[in-house]
């Protein structure tokens, strides 16, 4: 599932007229970036949840033309904008799709750019053997978020720490792997159509050491202001 329902605030005026998710980054919309990553590693069956100006990320994906080598990909979406008038936030956005998943799935936002990551059918395989409800991907923390955001034990679980606590933290890259179970608490299909966001749910599952994480130390941007984009841009 490819999150990709928000207004986009602090890149205005570029997504007045443009979901954040198709903006160019060096010469291609962001999402095409992990459209094709996925694809690499055998993961073509995409869900992705619009708000603002989905009609957009709809269109894009109908006349995607496929390059040499590149695999088809089945995509599924999640209106959210159509169905209720305002974006589900994360938690809310992924309970919305959850008929459109299986039990376990990849998530990741649209917004960030990670040009190297790896999905892999190993990573996926070690998820369903450990019995985890999520696999977090973290990253060293941005100058945008100096604090970061989860701990990270030796035994590679992410850690849910109280304020004053001194270990380090990390950034969630927003790349993970989840079970469906995570949300059980939420109503299947989210029908009343609750935004609810995703942060007290890791948590509450990090407490009961059900949610594992690893570092990733490859190229990854928050795409989050027109400063980054165009930075990202120049360095091409």
């Given at each position: ?192 159509g609750l935004a609810t966001p995703l942060a007290p749910l890791l948590r509450a599952a990090m407490d009961r050491s059900q949610v594992s994480a690893e570092l990733y130390a490859g190229a990854w941007t928050d795409v989050g202001t027109p400063a ?9």
């Amino acid at each position: 599932m490819i999150l990709s329902a928000g207004r986009g605030e602090r890149m205005r005026p570029l997504t007045d007229h443009c979901p954040k998710p198709l903006l160019p980054v060096r010469g291609q919309p962001l999402i095409e970036w992990h459209a094709q990553a996925l694809a690499r590693g055998g993961f073509s069956e995409l869900v992705i949840n619009t708000a603002w100006l989905g009609e957009q990320l709809e269109q894009h994906f109908e006349n995607r033309s496929l390059q040499p080598g590149q695999a088809p990909l089945s995509v599924e979406y999640s209106h959210e904008g159509q169905d209720f008038g305002y974006a589900l936030e994360t938690a809310g956005g992924i309970a919305r799709a959850l008929p459109l998943l299986g039990d376990m799935f990849w998530v990741l936002a649209g917004d960030v750019f990670v040009p190297d990551f790896e999905f892999s059918a190993t990573s996926v395989s070690r998820f369903e053997g450990s019995g985890k409800l999520a696999h977090l991907w973290l990253v060293p923390n941005p100058p945008h978020n100096p604090r970061g955001d989860f701990g990270l034990s030796d035994d590679g679980l992410a850690l849910n720490l109280p304020p004053d606590d001194a270990t380090p933290r990390y950034t969630y890259s927003t790349i993970g792997l989840y079970r469906r179970a995570l949300f059980d608490s939420l109503s299947f299909g989210n029908q009343q159509g609750l935004a609810t966001p995703l942060a007290p749910l890791l948590r509450a599952a990090m407490d009961r050491s059900q949610v594992s994480a690893e570092l990733y130390a490859g190229a990854w941007t928050d795409v989050g202001t027109p400063a980054r984009l165009a930075e990202l841009n120049q360095n091409s």
